[in-house]
């Protein structure tokens, strides 16, 4: 099968970004998956200024724009690809690595790791109890059904993202990437109204699944382990250096934040 890894690393140079890029080269080259890195924005996408409930330095500072939007520049290459994967800059994959696309399967048109199902530490399940009801407590409670339960709403982390281009793209109605994001249904997530003021694509493109109930697969979670929040970081295939700001120094020193991830 002809398969792609998407990545986005627009913005600031980072040490930990260009290391974990490398580590997605490293395992596109072993299992012969193409590797695309978008380095410049092109969508580009704008909150409406005289409605967003976002502060103007969180688009202001890149231009005018929100980079957190630029991953879905990859659903541009669903005709050419039979399975893509989308992974953020800040995921390191070791180099034993099974084949994510083989574990994916052809019968989902969607595919990632659900957060609740993670191996979380305490400190992390409560954090995901609070989130979830923040973020999609509304939209289940008019009419969604993000399945609550006592660790929270179900939703997906879009950090990993693995797609079946046929079983896909019906839902994007011949759209382009832009034109998916803009669509009037997604305004009030572009302009971070209400709780949605600090969300990211990942709120999006959860609700989207939800609302056309597009047949996802629930991954292990060995594909997107969260750095410092699960319990079982060392048999994580994929590892999250999520929350950048927390990390020993900023996640800088690379060498020896790598010392960390088999304790």
Known sequence: MNRMIFQVAVGKPSKLYEHCIQ???????????????????????????????????????????????????????????????I????????????????????????????????????????KIQNYSKMQYGNLHNNGLDFKPNRYGFEFFNMGMIVINSELFKPYLKGQTPKQFIERMEFKDFVDGQGAWKWSTDQTLLNYFLKKYKI????????????YSAVHNLKDCHFVHFFL?????????????????IDG
Not at 32 to 58: G, M, Q, W
Not at 93 to 98: C, H, K, T, V
Not at 244 to 260: H, I, S
């Open 23 to 85: 580590s997605v080269a490293d395992y596109c080259e072993k299992y012969d998956i193409e590797h695309i890195v978008l380095r410049e924005p092109k969508l580009r996408i704008k909150p409406d200024v005289f409605a967003t409930n976002r502060s103007k330095e969180s688009y202001e500072k890149y231009g005018g724009y929100l980079p957190i939007y630029e991953k879905e520049n990859a659903f541009e290459y669903l005709d050419n690809y039979d399975q893509i994967a």
């Open 87 to 126: 992974v953020d800059a800040d995921i390191y994959i070791r180099p034993e690595a099974d084949n994510i696309f083989e574990d994916f399967g052809t019968e989902h048109a969607f595919g990632a790791v659900c957060e609740r199902e993670m191996h979380c530490q305490g400190w992390y399940v409560a």
């Open 215 to 226: 047949p996802t697969k629930h991954m292990d979670n060995k594909w997107n382990g969260l």
């Open 244 to 260: 950048k700001d927390k990390l020993p120094n900023a996640g800088e020193d690379v060498d020896e934040l790598m010392k960390t």
